[in-house]
């Protein structure tokens, strides 16, 4: 099985899977004054609802005493968020997995748990046949860690793998991490029934379910009070959701939610993330036209543009149906940011379906794309029906062709924005240097300008005149 190689375009946006955050230490409360019995150290892999899952886990953990560190060398419980998409990401957990045992040698006390997707899939062999771990924890099981840790304290080995159909975490307020305290995440359904073939979600977070709406409004609503000025609802296949509260009334649909969400203050911003290209309805892209506050992007992934090879993959749609939603975006949202998913050399992918592929992105015009070859997963759909057949360096080819494409598409998008004037969220100061902010545009692009002499913090909106770009930035200044 060849390795995957994952390539991203704007290194910058609001990430699905950001490579540069793989392997992240959290450490929330590294300056707290209260003094904790033990400690525990929490690296993350993968997507971002992983990442946000280590911020339930770190609520979960706080409230049983321990405290986080971000030296795992001193930490009494060490734990890895995984990550099953690709082969890549498995590999590199196990690696790592592989020098912490070395600590344990030295300090035996000291417990090691795998989190998340790699969680059931691997379970015996790294508790049974490696002996790596003393924990093995499933995503929807992270309310029981406080008793299998005790299990794991007495030597027993603290495994709890189930799937649940209703676990949502929904009263849980998550300690965030790493947080610039102006944009979070909030978690607002589990799981996905989507069963695209060449997926392992539907094996690893099981079935779909959506959280309590009441729950995610008082979330966001929490965020606001205490300085948030951006939610990005999160969920594999967020168009999907649907919750029909217990006490009976109205089900609540995504695009109710998003309204919802909305009036909190039309100073607080909404996005989401992901959308199936299938579940985005005229409700959901009429309720973003009606709130300024709802931002103008979406992620709409297309992961091939060959109708024969999207049949393959499951995913419901031809490619001139995807186009057509590509149409109807931008006639009910004008200047709406449009970003995708592609898989380069899924099973039978013939030079003629990759043609395709390359015309819908330049249909589409994408303002950036996250871009991978095929890596197949095990017990997938595609794995148990295709050959993986397409060589490695034919699928490099193909992938090295759709980053060069994008990377055009990008630049073009970019160059289209200078001389507008775009309205920007300050985030914090530029990666480069402290005279100049950096903050993102309502599409989600991320937006450089001098802070001048200007009293502006992060949280403020400013007025921004674009004046260059970058193939993954904008620069400009204020107005
Ligand atoms: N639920 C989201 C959706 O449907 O857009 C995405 C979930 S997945 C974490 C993110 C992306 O990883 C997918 O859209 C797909 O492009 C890519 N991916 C998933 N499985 C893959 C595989 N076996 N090989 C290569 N890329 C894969
Ligand atoms: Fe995987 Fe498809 Fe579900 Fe996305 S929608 S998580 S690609 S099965």
């Not at 600590?103 to 002996?131: D, N």
């Not at 966001?220 to 609802?233: A, R």
């Not at 309805?281 to 103008?296: G, H």
């Not at 055009?408 to 914090?428: G, M, P, R, W, Y």
Request: glycine share 6%; charged share 25%.
């Amino acid at each position: 099985m060849p390795p995957i190689l994952g390539y991203m375009f704007d290194l910058a946006t609001t990430k699905v899977h950001d490579e540069k955050r793989q392997g992240e230490a959290y450490a929330p409360f590294e300056k707290d004054p209260n003094t904790f019995s033990r400690r525990f150290y929490i690296e993350s892999y993968g997507c971002q609802m992983n990442f946000s899952d280590s911020e339930i886990v770190a609520s979960i953990l706080t409230a049983e005493g321990f405290g986080a560190t971000r030296n795992f060398q001193e930490a009494d419980l060490i734990l890895l968020n995984t990550c099953s998409i690709r082969e890549k990401a498995e590999q590199t957990v196990r690696k790592r997995l592989t020098e912490f045992r070395k600590l344990k040698k030295g300090r035996p006390s000291t417990l090691i748990g795998v989190l998340g997707c790699m969680a059931e899939r691997l379970k015996a062999k790294f508790l049974e046949e490696e002996k790596l771990v003393d924990l093995v924890v499933g995503p929807d099981a992270y309310r029981t860690l406080p008793q299998l840790i005790t299990e794991a304290d007495s030597g027993q080995k603290g495994v709890n793998v189930l799937l649940s159909r209703d676990e949502t975490y929904a009263d849980i307020s998550p300690v965030r991490l790493n947080s610039n305290g102006i944009t979070a995440f909030v978690s607002i359904m589990r799981g996905c029934n989507n069963m695209c073939s060449f997926c392992v979600v539907p094996f690893t977070r099981g079935r779909e379910r959506s959280r309590d709406a009441q729950s995610i409004v008082r979330e966001c609503q929490e965020l606001f009070d205490s300085g948030y000025k951006e939610v990005t609802l999160l969920g594999q296949n967020v168009d999907s959701y649907y919750f029909v509260p217990e006490a009976g009334g109205k089900p609540v649909t995504f695009a109710s939610l998003m309204e919802m969400v909305a009036l909190i203050s039309p100073l607080l911003r909404v996005r989401f993330s992901t959308s199936h290209p299938k579940d985005i309805t005229d409700e959901v892209l009429f309720t973003m036209a009606k709130y300024e506050n709802i931002c103008k992007y979406i992620h709409l992934p297309l992961q091939s543009g060959s109708t024969r090879v999207l049949q393959l993959m499951n995913r419901s749609y031809t490619r001139e149906w995807y186009m057509a939603k590509v149409d109807r975006i931008r006639e009910i949202l004008p200047g709406c940011g449009i970003s995708s998913d592609v898989i380069a050399g899924f099973c039978t992918e013939t030079q003629e379906d990759h043609r395709h592929t390359l015309d819908v992105m330049e249909y589409a015009q994408y303002d950036m794309s996250y871009m991978f070859f095929y890596s197949e997963r095990p017990g997938t759909l595609a794995q148990r029906r295709y050959k993986d057949d397409i060589p490695e360096e034919v699928k490099k080819r193909r992938l090295q062709e759709i980053v060069e494409l994008q990377g055009k598409l990008s630049h073009q998008s970019n160059k289209k924005d200078v001389d507008k004037t775009f309205t920007v969220l300050i985030e914090a100061d530029s990666k480069k240097t402290d005279k100049d902010w950096m903050g993102r545009s309502s599409q989600n692009k991320v937006v450089v300008f001098p802070k001048g002499n200007r009293n502006h913090k992060p949280g403020d909106y400013v007025q921004v005149k674009v004046t260059d770009c970058t193939q993954a930035t904008l620069l400009g200044e204020l107005v």
